[in-house]
């Protein structure tokens, strides 16, 4: 895309977006602590997640993307080989690795900041190679243009997700069906 979304303040969940959490993965959320992006259709599309559940089970994911119609499309540069791509450059590239290493420092920093995960590791592969870019766009997302190099890199890639509209729709008398996705848009992750 030639204009990725704009980074959005990091705001308290609403019940609306509780809801929209619900229908866009078809399950309540657990440990939800905000709403670190907004899609520009105005719905959540990353959330920030405690470092445990509530159970006590740790949950290092800090960034989590909620947005089925951007999860599919990083679904599509995945299977495309995208990861691997990113991970062989890592290899080759010592400055694109330091700043991804600076990435996986800047993620950890920010989960700790909530509580320390001792000897968990950051998300999506960090800092050695690629294993989610759902991950690494979340963090892209929230974190803002420029603190994850292949996170910016494959944000770059997707299309404009929102364009044909909201993955869910909400209203005051809602049912809990998603709205109009067609199927050539794959299920989420």
């Known amino acids: 895309m030639e204009t ?6 990091r705001t308290e969940p609403t019940d609306a977006d509780v809801e929209a959490f619900k229908q866009q993965l078809g399950r309540p959320p657990r440990g939800l602590r905000a ?5 520009p259709c105005g719905q959540p599309d990353v959330v920030e997640t405690a470092p445990r559940l509530p159970d006590g089970t740790p949950f290092p994911t800090l960034y989590y993307l909620t947005c ?10 995945e299977a495309n080989g995208v990861m691997k791509e990113m991970t062989e450059r890592l290899g ?8 991804y290493r600076a990435a996986h420092e800047d993620y950890i920093r920010r989960r700790d900041e909530i509580e320390v995960l001792q000897g968990f590791p950051s998300a999506g592969g960090m800092p050695d190679r690629v294993k989610c870019l759902h991950v690494l766009v979340a963090h892209s997302l929230a974190a803002g243009p420029g603190v994850n190099p292949l996170g910016d ?5 997707l299309p404009e997700w929102w364009r044909k509209g909201a ?7 809602d049912s809990g069906e998603r709205d109009g996705r067609d199927d050539s848009e794959g299920d989420e992750k």
């Open 92 to 99: 080759r590239d010592p400055g694109l690795a330091a700043a």
């Open 68 to 77: 089925p119609k951007a999860s599919s499309a990083i679904g599509t540069l």
């Open 4 to 9: 990725p979304p704009p980074p959005t303040p």
């Open 153 to 157: 890199e494959a944000l770059a890639m």
């Open 167 to 173: 993955c869910v729709t909400l209203d005051s008398g």
């Open 35 to 39: 709403i670190a992006h907004r899609c």
